[in-house]
């Protein structure tokens, strides 16, 4: 990847919706062929995706019914500039719309939250490393400028290691995301124990993005029944922090990091405002009354302090946060935030993200802590090589 910006977005998109309709077609072996992924051109016009013979999902914002609501509407430029070709997914569209933004790489969560859906385990598998294998193409088609995080099968241990070690030899920069709302059971549970251990093994940060369907029963999570009372505003306003920080106790108060010093936990679209808070918190509540009178004591006990593990081991993607959000951050450690424009969201920032990003970030914190937080923490943490422009490198 060159460096010509000085910046580098931690979390964006590549959707079901937006991804290349011969991605399954063309990679899947031919026995899983007839009931894989495909898009139906239907007798109105319209597009759908399908899988194992039913309808998957809709085809471009358009097809989700979101056409006038996200941020390629916002900027006035078309999502698919050629018939079936969608700029999220292609790689010199990608790298056009990274241009627009002053945006020199990308991190990209593949299309892990629709793959659960496919209920032939074998077949999701499949469809999964197809989609790790077309990151790769992706990679060496922008110059290492599109990085996919590579999805896991979620449904066994034995599946998610099985990839997690594949993708590993790859050889390109990335992480792996783990599906913690569609994984049958919580992050915590011991049965994810090997994946931690492969994760520690290999180097690749486990990245667990923020998802409203991950929240609480108190917004009628899971409750049948209710008159509609804004639910949806109170889930997409809460789940940054509330899932996030379930999510940073489990990693740490289980023994996780502790037992698997290497593995790196992202905890992406999760917001800086809230951590500090849990930060200080983790420590008041694991001590509390002292070692020999503790008021909640340990099932396991931790070799340091919890806040030693999240300094070292846990990561925090943001977006636009308010100017105050951020003063706190040097008690928990800079190295610990990376920005990201979560393009193509419906509220991503982009082609503004400097504006709105980092504007505030500068104002807390100052222009050498911006530099660290939107450029030198990702690549320090997915080990990105970086090159300098022609003309810079000889000066």
């Given at each position: ?17 937006h991804?290349?309709?011969d991605l ?26 399908g ?6 999902s809709g ?31 292609d ?41 790790n294998?077309?990151?790769?193409e992706l ?30 030899d ?60 804004n ?48 930060f ?5 509540e ?88 939107v ?21």
């Amino acid at each position: 990847m060159e460096k010509r910006f000085g910046v580098i977005s931690a979390d964006g998109h590549c959707r079901l919706m937006h991804l290349p309709f011969d991605l399954w077609t063309k990679r899947l072996p031919r026995k899983f062929r007839d009931n894989g992924p495909r898009v139906v051109h239907k007798p109105d016009g319209t597009r759908q995706w399908g899988v194992e013979g039913r309808p998957w999902s809709g085809v471009g914002w358009r097809g989700v019914g979101r056409e006038g609501v996200n941020c390629y509407a916002r900027a006035g430029v078309e999502e698919e500039p050629e018939p079936g070709i969608f700029r999220a997914s292609d790689a010199r569209y990608r790298c056009e719309d990274m241009d627009r933004d002053g945006v020199d790489a990308e991190l990209v969560n593949g299309p892990y939250e629709q793959l659960l859906e496919i209920k032939d385990p074998d077949l999701r598998v499949a469809c999964v490393r197809a989609v790790n294998d077309w990151a790769r193409e992706l990679y060496e088609a922008s110059d290492g400028r599109f990085i996919m995080l590579l999805p896991l099968p979620c449904q066994t241990p034995e599946e998610a290691v099985a990839e997690l070690l594949r993708v590993a030899d790859f050889g390109f920069p990335t992480g792996v995301i783990f599906d913690w709302v569609g994984a049958p059971e919580p992050v915590l549970h011991q049965m994810w124990e090997p994946v931690g251990a492969a994760a520690a093994e290999t180097g690749l940060p486990i990245n667990f993005h923020a998802n409203p369907r991950g929240g609480s029963r108190q917004l009628g999570v899971g409750v049948s029944g209710l008159e509609a009372r804004n639910q949806s505003l109170m889930r997409v306003a809460n789940f940054p922090m509330g899932p996030m920080a379930e999510l940073m106790s489990a990693v740490v108060f289980s023994g996780i990091c502790d037992r698997h010093p290497g593995v790196r936990f992202v905890l992406e679209e999760a917001g800086v405002g809230w951590v500090p808070f849990l930060f200080w918190r983790f420590d008041q509540e694991y001590d509390w009354g002292g070692p020999s009178s503790r008021v909640f004591k340990p099932d396991i006990l931790l070799s340091e302090q919890p806040t030693e593990f999240v300094k070292r081991q846990v990561f925090f993607t943001f977006e636009v946060e308010e100017e105050g959000g951020f003063r706190r951050l040097p008690e928990v450690g800079l190295d610990n935030f990376l920005w990201a424009s979560d393009f193509p969201g419906m509220d991503s920032p982009w082609p503004d993200s400097k504006d709105m990003g980092h504007v505030p970030a500068e104002a807390a914190l100052g222009k050498e802590a911006l530099k660290q937080l939107v450029f030198e923490n990702a690549m320090r943490l997915y080990k990105i090589p970086v090159t300098l422009p022609q003309a810079q490198a000889l000066t």
